[in-house]
Structures are given as C-alpha cells and as structure tokens.
DNA sequence: CCGCATCCTGGAGGATACTG
DNA sequence: CAGTATCCTCCAGGATGCGG
C-alpha cells in the first residue's frame, strides 16, 4: 500500500511520496474546503477515473491522511488533522502555479472547491482590513459561490445569498486574480457579467484578490 | 511536452502539471542549493534512471523552471526565477513530510541537497535569535555539511571548516530535528558521534533546528 | 568518464462496463 | 450512488549503448 520508495530520508521525498500521486493533491485540496460525499469528489475532478479514484481515497486514508466518516447513513470522506496539515502546501503550490495559468481552454472547468482555494491563495488580508466588509456572489460556470470578506477574515463557501456584488463569471475571473486582466476590462468584454451592484466593487474585489508579485 | 491535463482551471492543477511528475520536485530542491551538473543531480537522487532524469530535465527546462546554463566548459542546470519560486513550497511540503517520517531504512540515504532544505525547513529564526553564533560541521553519510547560524540568519553548504562543534550522523539526525530523538540519547546510542566540540551545543542545535508543533 | 539516447519490461494510470 | 472488475495504454524503471 505504501507508495514507491524515493530512497531518500528526507521531509520532501516522504511528503511526495504520501500526496505525489496523480490526483492526490487535487483530492486533498477539494477536501480542504470541508467533507465530501464520493460522487461529490468525482463530480469535481474533471475526468478521474473512478478505479484512480477509489484507489487515491484508500491510499490517503492509509496515510492518515482523510478518513471516511459516517454521516447520517452516508459515508464522506474528511481530512484528518494531519491531512489539514497541508493546506499550507496546496496554498502555496496554488499560488506558484496562478503565475503560470495560460489561457483558459474549453474542456477545462472551474468548480467551486478549486476557485474557494485560488481565492484564498490570492487574498490580501492587509489590504482588506482596510476596506469595508463586503460580500460578493459569483456565478461561476453554473455553480454557485459566495464570498464574505469582513476585515482580515474571509469565508468561501458555496450557495448563493443577498451579496454587496453579485456577478458572473468563467474561468477569466482567474486571470483578473493573476493580474493578467483589469476588471473594467473584464466587463466590457463581457467576461463578467455583473447582476446587481456597483461595478466598482468588483475593483475592490480584484484588490483584495489578487496575486503578490 | 506539457504534462497530462487535469481539466481544470485552477492554479493549483496548473501547478501540479508542472511539477506534479514524479522526480520532479527532488529535482527542484537539490537545484534550491545551487546549480548542478547532470551526474550530480544523478547522484542525489539514488537510482532514478537516467532516462528519467533527462526527460525531467527537458520538461522543466520548457516549463521555464530551469535552464541549462554553461559554465566554464560543463553545462549546469540552474533553476530559473520562476522555478525558485518554488522554494515555499519545497519547505512547506518538506516541513509536513518531516511529520510523518518512519525509521530510516538501510537503502534510504541522506544527500547534502535533502539535508540542507530540512534544516532550513526546520529552523526557527526566533529562536536562533536568542542564541549565541554557532557553527556546526556535519558528516552525514559520508558527506560534509556546514552549518552556520548567527542571529535570523542560516547558511547551509557542502564542505568542511573550522567548526564550534563538529559531529557525524547519519539519518537519525533527522529523528533529532523531527523531535522523536532527544540530543543526550542520540549520543548515548551512538546515532551522533561527536568529533569536537562541547556536547551541549548539540543541545542548542536541537532546540536552534526542531519541527514546530 | 560524463551526458545523455535507445530498448525492453512491469506496473500504474485511464476508459468503460458492471455490481451491491 | 458508491464503488469494483476488466482491459488497454503509457510511463517509470532498469540495463545498455554511444558520442564527445
């Protein structure tokens, strides 16, 4: 069950060893955002062969990694405290791999989970606390999130609600969160469609997202 | 050239296709330290095939993480701006693999490379601070480190010198980093062997280079 | 000898069908 | 819905060859 031997002692070499599998990253990363049902997961992972799949959950859960937990006559799959060891890891391999998103193409997808993770990875938490808290409802390829952002504390989390900015979007709310697109920009190209709000607020939100050089 | 697809657009799938083949990331680290030659990358990284390592070298070469530079009639490979961009990601990864770390096995060695991206994963700055400047000379596995502290700041190379305390190790060193191994009982056992140098300072290497909980 | 390229084999990854 | 079973493809692994 364990994973191929690096051959080395050392931190790194038996990290990857636990999450460097195919997939496994993007698992955990999904789970970051709170406890998933399987069909939920594969619904997330563009793709994944359910056999990979199937096979990624059994291993992470022999590392200690995720566990499967009862809930209410279903089973979901949830982080241990040690697999929430690595949001740092997926916060920082987000942020490195925002600098080198190419343009987005057709069979790719954005799903809530993973846009709730880039979104965290981009925030300023100095630069929101100088703002006023504001809440933003984005239509993101059909699914639906919404977005707290109140001092230094931000809250993603899926489902809709009475927000500040509500707008919708596809994968190009990326790129004005990589800096590579100015939102008014955006607008007039009809990258985002704003649904109700000042469209000055979605300013704000590319200030408060938006990725350190 | 690009790596596999995952289908989706987010920074961290971006990522892991960058980075996310096997090899890939041990390749980056022991780059970390310096620029390498092709049979020194070879060395540390016991038995990947050296088709492999090429095919790495080449993909990451186009991914713009590294380059093949040349240096006084050999070719080096040094990382890029944008592959040391990799660093946090390196230690973060590093820094929650060193959790999970087993007993050392006979086959698992301990390179220079590995070692020197551990203890920087492991130091604590704030408390070095605290502290006296101190060096240390390290034999771990037939390979010599040196280990310079002084206030925040860390110097790890290859190499030998005139040292405050000298010792030889071999993996278990890592066990004393990782908190499993006290100081007193690696000596004891004979795990650390010191070669000079008061027995106490590897008490201030212990507490200078120790996990955080 | 270093720096790869080539060849071959075994096992992991991928797509699909199928079952409790 | 939540996986398991099956088949096939392709990459990693290992040995070897070869040019500078």
Redesign the pocket.
């Given at each position: 069950m364990a994973a191929?031997d690096?051959g080395q002692y050392s931190g790194l070499a038996r990290a990857v060893e636990l999450v460097g599998?195919?997939?496994a990253l993007l698992i955990v990363r999904d789970l970051l955002t709170g406890p998933r049902?399987?069909?939920?997961l594969?619904a997330g992972l563009p793709?994944?062969?359910?056999?990979?799949?199937?096979?990624?959950?059994?291993e992470l859960q022999a590392a200690g990694i995720l566990r499967?937990a009862p809930r209410s006559r279903?089973?979901?799959?949830e982080l241990t405290p040690f697999g929430r060891g690595l949001e740092p890891v997926v916060l920082a391999l987000g942020a490195w791999g925002l600098q080198a998103m190419g343009d987005p193409r057709d069979e790719q997808i954005v799903t809530p989970a993973s846009m709730a993770i880039d979104l965290r990875t981009a925030f300023r938490e100095d630069v929101a606390a100088g703002l006023p808290a504001t809440s933003y409802s984005a239509r993101i390829d059909s699914a639906d999130l919404f977005i707290r952002v109140d001092g230094r504390l931000l809250d993603v989390g899926g489902g809709t609600g009475r927000a500040d900015l509500a707008f919708a979007a596809g994968p190009a709310l990326l790129r004005i969160v990589s800096g590579d697109l100015a939102p008014r920009t955006a607008i007039e190209t009809g990258a985002v469609a704003l649904l109700h709000g000042d469209a000055a607020l979605l300013d704000r939100f590319a200030t408060t997202f938006r990725l350190a050089a």
């Amino acid at each position: 069950m364990a994973a191929r031997d690096y051959g080395q002692y050392s931190g790194l070499a038996r990290a990857v060893e636990l999450v460097g599998e195919r997939w496994a990253l993007l698992i955990v990363r999904d789970l970051l955002t709170g406890p998933r049902r399987y069909g939920e997961l594969a619904a997330g992972l563009p793709r994944i062969p359910t056999n990979i799949l199937a096979a990624r959950l059994k291993e992470l859960q022999a590392a200690g990694i995720l566990r499967r937990a009862p809930r209410s006559r279903v089973i979901v799959y949830e982080l241990t405290p040690f697999g929430r060891g690595l949001e740092p890891v997926v916060l920082a391999l987000g942020a490195w791999g925002l600098q080198a998103m190419g343009d987005p193409r057709d069979e790719q997808i954005v799903t809530p989970a993973s846009m709730a993770i880039d979104l965290r990875t981009a925030f300023r938490e100095d630069v929101a606390a100088g703002l006023p808290a504001t809440s933003y409802s984005a239509r993101i390829d059909s699914a639906d999130l919404f977005i707290r952002v109140d001092g230094r504390l931000l809250d993603v989390g899926g489902g809709t609600g009475r927000a500040d900015l509500a707008f919708a979007a596809g994968p190009a709310l990326l790129r004005i969160v990589s800096g590579d697109l100015a939102p008014r920009t955006a607008i007039e190209t009809g990258a985002v469609a704003l649904l109700h709000g000042d469209a000055a607020l979605l300013d704000r939100f590319a200030t408060t997202f938006r990725l350190a050089a």
